[in-house]
């Protein structure tokens, strides 16, 4: 049974940073990996995501303030989010894709002005 959880969430002043950590278990290769997150009230935005070949792509919201990145293990996906926004405020989900799409169960991200 395939499992991601997802930890390292929480409140944060504007300008502060939170480092978001995904991990997977019962599956041991992804062909891509990524974050997506959900604002009350608005859809569900993909704003990073990672290939196989750790190559990233970024939303244009979160470009130049939040980092993609993989474990050596490759099970493993942070998501390194500096000078936070008040705009920032959802819950965060990370997915995996092999074969199918995996999700998390979200973890909530609060950034206060």
């Known amino acids: 049974q395939v499992q991601l959880v997802e930890s390292g969430g929480g409140l944060v002043q504007a300008g502060g940073s939170l480092n978001l950590s995904c991990t997977a278990s019962?599956?041991?290769?992804?062909?891509?990996m990524g974050w997506y997150r959900q604002a009350p009230g608005k859809q569900r935005e993909l704003i990073a995501a990672?290939?196989?070949?750790?190559?990233?792509t970024y939303a244009d919201s979160v470009k130049g303030r939040f980092t993609i990145s993989r474990g050596n293990a490759k099970n493993a996906m942070f998501l390194q989010m500096n000078s936070l926004k008040p705009e920032d405020t959802a819950v965060y989900f990370c997915?995996?894709?092999?074969?199918?799409?995996?999700w998390g169960q979200g973890i909530q991200v609060t950034v206060s002005s």
């Open positions: 019962g599956i041991i290769y992804t062909t891509g």
């Open positions: 990672i290939t196989s070949a750790d190559r990233p």
């Open positions: 997915y995996a894709n092999y074969l199918a799409t995996y």
